[in-house]
């Protein structure tokens, strides 16, 4: 039985040329208008959500890049701890360039506020139910429609299409 090829969306790079600064001008908004509804929502500064951020991606780096990753977790079922991922204070600082001590400092406020805990010495990560508290304001839905969204202009615009 033939496999059937995943049809994708690619950039047309004449047609995004022809509309890049209203491109740009989207993209732009999207990229900071997600993250500051999350900052928002979790009533911190920039540096502070840049760190949470950073310990939530590593929360679920593990499972999303297992091949293939298990589909009993594909929702908004909490990860269970031998799933989820971690990162160290090294890691933040070096990711984001600032100094290790700065980190120390975010990671005790945002454990103090129960946002990241660290089940293994030196290891980061947050606790069960962050995409459920996230969800419950349809933050990452947002995100989902944003990007769609986003996606539909640039095929309007003939700066992108769908590959053959």
Do not use: C, W
């Not at 593990?62 to 091949?67: D, H, N, P, Q």
């Not at 640039?154 to 299409?161: D, I, Q």
């Amino acid at each position: 039985m033939p496999r059937h090829r995943r049809r994708k969306i690619v950039l047309v790079e004449e047609g995004y040329l022809a509309v890049e600064r209203l491109l740009a001008y989207d993209v732009g908004r999207h990229v900071l208008g997600v993250p500051l509804a999350m900052q928002q929502r979790f009533g911190l500064r920039a540096e502070p959500f840049q760190i949470l951020l950073l310990v939530m991606l590593s929360s679920d780096q593990r499972y999303v890049r297992a091949t293939p990753p298990d589909p009993a977790y594909l929702d908004r079922t909490s990860l269970p701890a031998a799933l989820s991922g971690a990162v160290s204070r090294r890691r933040i600082a070096d990711a984001l360039n600032i100094p290790v001590e700065t980190v120390r400092r975010r990671v005790q406020d945002l454990m103090a506020r129960g946002l990241v805990i660290e089940p293994r010495q030196g290891q980061l990560t947050t606790p069960a139910g962050m995409l459920q508290l996230l969800a419950v304001e349809k933050i990452p839905q947002s995100a989902a429609e944003e990007s769609i969204a986003f996606v539909n202009l640039m095929l309007l615009h003939g700066a992108a299409r769908l590959d053959e």
